[in-house]
């Protein structure tokens, strides 16, 4: 849920997806103009292409797993005009006689790979539906397999300590205002119509063009992060296609801030989740790991706060030459490890290491290491295309104050400066509002305590949803509860529903 918002895309996107890529289109694209505004046209209103499946099965993934190119339109105004090409991928049944209907994987980012995902969780999906669904996924565009485009922007602005808009160690924005302006002035000059067409609207518009494609009249989803968004889109727009649907970690729907409100939403989502690393890392049960902080939780937070601010003053060096250790690593190295309690020793051997005069830190991949510029292209095109940001440097300074003094583990980042503040010709379309009209066929799954969408913001969809969702809320902590950071309660009822279409009555609740 990107987002900027979402672990699963940091790690995701270290990884090679090439054995998934098709051909992209020409990158003559990139000189079409882009339209105003994108309207959805009427679902007849080009011919609905054929999928010409291939075998794209990898080891450890489902067996059986296919791949194909969808052709969609650039610009859905157009249809029969210039087209780009998104990457999709089917599981079939391995039940036959069991399934009643496609099961679409959507997933989180902005910037997640549906064909990758599908690959990751398609095995667990065959065991845990019992092959009611053919399963499938897409990468939106500009991801994996699908079109891509590029901002062209410097290696040093494509680290996720500066994708992200961490402040100065003393809370200054000087540089993230001159790296967002920069940022968008190199996608404005360098993106085009490709870049331009990144966005929720048009993701939404290709799963159904997706649907059209497979010759399936409803699809069922298991929308995750902010795939929950993409998903609740889908079904405000398109609520008679819609089968059996599961949001899975929402964030709030308020089309006025989208991606910006999902930002700001998570300092106080680090602090909820917090306790949970506190007590891991306190818990006698370390000391034979060498993974002990501090012998009380309540001692475990002054003692990363310290530390950063010590990195502040003083990096240090890492095994990554001229990447070191700064106080923003190590509180981004937090917030991303705050995901799921399996990364909680990770974050314990960085911060052991950083306090240790004789060892050399060694970094995460997504830390060490520059995205890709397709991919850092994307996280910000789809975030800016969205919904319009606040212009005024002044209202992020003031922003930036407060929120560092509320929130001291993401030291204001969360209200910082993006290059969304100096993108060019604003938002592509009006965003969508999600409302109560529609079948009531939406399962919510949330945890509590949710680093990334919290729980606050969920209860926001929920509300929004009203009459057509019910909500389980799970007592426990992490992103991405079903086949993830969950429990076996939850687990069990999105299975129950997505299996036999039962819902609880009410919203229910799930202890740990």
């Known amino acids: 849920m990107t987002t900027y918002l979402n672990r699963t895309l940091l790690l995701a996107l270290s990884v090679t997806v090439v054995a998934l890529s098709v051909t992209v289109v020409a990158t003559s694209l990139a000189a079409v103009a882009v339209p105003a505004a994108l309207a959805a046209p009427a679902e007849s209103a080009t011919a609905v292409p054929?999928?010409?499946?291939?075998?794209c099965a990898l080891p450890g993934g489902p067996a059986g797993q296919e791949c194909a190119d969808l052709p969609v339109p650039l610009d859905y105004t157009d249809p029969d005009g210039p087209q780009l090409t998104v990457a999709v991928s089917r599981v079939r049944s391995d039940r036959p006689g069991a399934r009643r209907g496609t099961l679409i994987v959507i997933p989180g980012g902005p910037g997640s790979a549906g064909v990758q995902r599908l690959t990751q969780k398609g095995a667990a999906l065959q065991k845990e539906l019992a092959g009611a669904y053919d399963l499938v996924g897409l990468d939106p565009r500009g991801v994996g397999g699908s079109t891509r485009a590029n901002c062209g922007l410097d290696e040093e602005d494509r680290y996720m300590t500066t994708l992200r808009s961490w402040p100065a160690p003393d809370g200054d924005i000087t540089e993230n205002v001159a790296r967002s302006r920069r940022t968008a002035e190199a996608c404005a000059r360098n993106g085009g119509a490709v870049l331009r067409s990144f966005s929720t609207a048009n993701e939404v518009r290709d799963i159904d063009r997706f649907r059209q494609a497979l010759g399936e009249e409803k699809l069922s989803a298991w929308g995750v992060s902010y795939g929950t968004y993409v998903g609740a889109v889908y079904a405000q727009k398109y609520p008679r296609h819609t089968d059996r649907w599961v949001l899975d970690s929402t964030g709030d729907p308020d089309p006025s801030r989208l991606e910006?409100?999902?930002?700001?939403?998570?300092?106080?989502?680090?602090?909820?989740?917090?306790?949970?690393?506190?007590a891991w890392a306190s818990d006698p049960a370390r000391e034979a790991e060498r993974l002990r902080l501090a012998r009380r939780p309540q001692d475990v937070r002054p003692l990363?706060?310290?530390?950063?601010?010590?990195l502040d003053r003083q990096p240090k060096e890492t095994t990554t030459a001229g990447v070191a250790l700064t106080g923003n690593?190590?509180?981004?190295?937090?917030?991303?490890?705050?995901?799921?309690?399996?990364?909680?020793?990770?974050?314990?051997e960085l911060v052991v290491a950083a306090q240790d005069p004789a060892?050399?830190?060694?970094?995460?991949?997504?830390l060490a290491y520059p995205l890709p510029d397709q991919d850092a292209a994307v996280m910000v095109a789809v975030i800016c295309n969205d919904v319009?940001?606040?212009?005024?440097?002044?209202?992020?300074?003031?922003?930036?104050?407060?929120d560092r003094a509320d929130h001291p583990l993401t030291a204001g980042m969360p209200a910082n400066i993006t290059p969304c503040a100096f993108w060019k010709n604003g938002p592509t379309e009006k965003p969508t509002r999600i409302?109560?009209?529609?079948?009531?066929?939406?399962?919510?799954?949330?945890?509590?305590?949710?680093?990334?969408?919290?729980?606050?913001?969920?209860?926001?969809?929920?509300?929004?949803?009203?009459?057509?969702?019910?909500?389980?809320?799970?007592?426990?902590?992490?992103?991405?509860?079903?086949?993830?950071?969950?429990?076996a309660c939850g687990t069990g009822k999105v299975t129950t529903f997505l299996t036999t279409g039962v819902r609880p009555d009410r919203d229910t609740f799930c202890a740990d």
């Open 329 to 348: 690593r190590l509180r981004q190295a937090l917030q991303s490890a705050l995901y799921s309690d399996s990364s909680f020793g990770q974050l314990a």
């Open 304 to 310: 990363i706060l310290s530390l950063a601010a010590e």
């Open 359 to 366: 060892v050399t830190p060694v970094l995460p991949p997504e």
């Open 435 to 487: 409302t109560a009209e529609g079948p009531s066929d939406i399962l919510m799954i949330q945890n509590l305590r949710d680093p990334a969408t919290p729980y606050f913001g969920a209860l926001r969809m929920r509300e929004a949803l009203a009459g057509r969702a019910r909500l389980v809320t799970v007592d426990h902590g992490g992103h991405g509860v079903y086949l993830g950071n969950g429990n």
């Open 50 to 55: 054929t999928l010409m499946w291939r075998s």
């Open 388 to 402: 319009r940001w606040p212009a005024s440097v002044a209202s992020y300074r003031r922003a930036v104050a407060a």
């Open 260 to 278: 910006r409100g999902w930002l700001a939403n998570m300092a106080q989502a680090a602090d909820d989740r917090f306790p949970d690393f506190a």
